[in-house]
Nanobody, 118 residues
């Protein structure tokens, strides 16, 4: 079973940047970032496959960049021009096969908090 460990959350002001990191204990074909606000459904932010193919939520396109280092089993989410509506708990997720744009990820990190003040 793949284990995921996230880091990099924090509290920033609107317009600032944050970088989230996730380290996987072993290789996963699909990796991604999801976020959740209390009382709302978990939302897919961005996913990436082993070849570097990426998908982004419309709300983050042009501001967030997902990347991975397959040699290190690591995943990065660079978040720029943060907005108050980006405030959420961010989760790293992974799955070992299938289509990365299908939201059946079964491996999750513990989550890291991102808070953006206006």
């Amino acid at each position: 079973q793949v284990h995921l460990e996230e880091s990099g959350g924090g509290t920033v002001q609107a317009g600032d940047s944050l970088r989230l990191s996730c380290i996987a204990s072993e290789f996963a074909y699909c990796m991604g970032w999801f976020r959740q606000v209390p009382g709302k459904q978990r939302e897919r932010v961005a996913v990436i496959n082993v070849f570097g193919g990426m998908l982004y939520a419309d709300s983050v396109k042009g501001r967030f960049t997902i990347s991975r280092d397959n040699a290190k089993n690591s995943l990065i989410l660079q978040m720029n021009s943060l907005k108050p509506e980006d405030t959420a708990t961010y989760y790293c997720a992974a799955k070992t096969g299938g289509e990365c744009d299908v939201n059946d990820y079964g491996i999750w990190g513990q989550g890291t908090q991102v808070a953006v003040s206006s």
